[in-house]
């Protein structure tokens, strides 16, 4: 994926939590799950690993549903990290986490293409995830620290 494309991508991510947290009176503790419809643009599939990894320090992380994998499949966040991910797949997904509790809450529900998810990270720790339909192979981590 080009350089410009995942600046969009990025830019795209910050607006949409810009405008949750006015549209919400959000305050630092309170948590945030939303689902948007998006359009997206198709883009070629890239010879990406989906065993790859993530360090973010922004307050905003992309995840991609693609290829029939989250991409990156790990990720290093900071404590009240937003996480969006974004199905980019023509088949349906979902974030279903491995041990539901208030600090990870899941999609509720599959994402179609185009379509996002949204969860705010309040509570550090390890958390790991899998897709409902695809549970033997489409996994993934966010590892949350202070």
């Given at each position: ?66 290829n ?77 620290v202070e």
């Amino acid at each position: 994926m080009s350089k410009s494309v995942v600046g969009i991508i990025i830019a795209a991510v910050a607006v949409l939590g810009v405008v949750g947290v006015v549209m919400m009176g959000k305050s630092k503790t309170s948590q945030t799950n939303t689902t948007t419809t998006t359009t997206s643009t198709d883009q070629p599939a890239s010879n990406t690993n989906s065993q790859a990894s993530s360090s973010e320090t922004s307050s905003q992380t992309a995840v991609e549903m693609k290829n029939t994998a989250y991409s990156p499949t790990k990720i290093k966040i900071k404590k009240g990290t937003t996480v969006t991910w974004t199905n980019k797949d023509s088949i349906e997904h979902d974030v279903a986490p491995d041990q539901p509790s208030a600090a990870f809450v899941g999609s509720n529900g599959l994402l179609s293409k185009g379509e996002s998810y949204s969860f705010t990270f309040n509570t550090v720790g390890t958390f790991t995830y899998h897709c409902t339909p695809h549970a033997s192979f489409m996994k993934g981590t966010v590892e949350v620290v202070e």
